[in-house]
């Protein structure tokens, strides 16, 4: 082996180190993740069709949709959300009482350690009330999610049909 040769396996083995040192699961916690955000079209000046139809005293609304995964090994909670585009933002489950769909403030949604859950259509939403501009289809905004350990994370949302 030359100088050079014994440098580079020097090199590479160093690189490796550092690599699986980086890969490695540092501090333990949460790890959050959120996955494909999306809200129903809705118009400033008007109702949004779905949930949040009357529910709000004539104010203009709508929902975000996503999944909330959490790789690490230990719980969090999403306990808030804020967002430029509606002048109150609130964590909603839509329950049926009977045949009636009812939506309920939620204060705080448990994320389970190494699982998640699903924000959607007739379940849990966050809630946009008060639009203060249209969401027209292929809009994208901001929305900060709030998690007690994983604290602030900003969400890019698209505006979007729902899924038949
Ligand atoms: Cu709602």
């Known amino acids: 082996m030359s100088w050079i040769q014994i440098l580079r396996v020097a090199f590479a083995g160093g690189l490796l180190l550092a690599l699986v040192a980086c890969g490695a699961p540092g501090a333990s916690g949460p790890q959050i993740r959120i996955v494909d955000p999306w809200a129903r079209p809705a118009m400033s000046g008007g109702m949004s069709m779905g949930e949040g139809h009357g529910g709000h005293g004539g104010a203009a609304t709508s929902a975000v949709y996503f999944v909330i995964r959490n790789e690490g090994d230990q719980p969090d909670a999403l306990i808030g959300a804020t967002s430029d585009v509606a002048e109150k ?10 045949d009636v769909a009812k939506m309920v403030p939620v204060p705080r949604v448990e994320i ?9 259509p007739r379940g849990l939403h966050v809630m946009l009330i008060g639009l203060r501009r249209d969401l027209k289809v292929g809009d994208t905004f901001t929305l900060t ?3 007690e350990k994983s604290g602030e994370k900003p969400v890019t949302v698209t505006v979007k049909e729902m899924n038949p």
């Open 89 to 98: 933002v609130e964590l909603h489950e839509t329950r049926m009482e009977g």
């Open 112 to 120: 389970p350690a190494r699982g998640q859950v699903e924000f959607r």
């Open 145 to 147: 999610l709030r998690f």
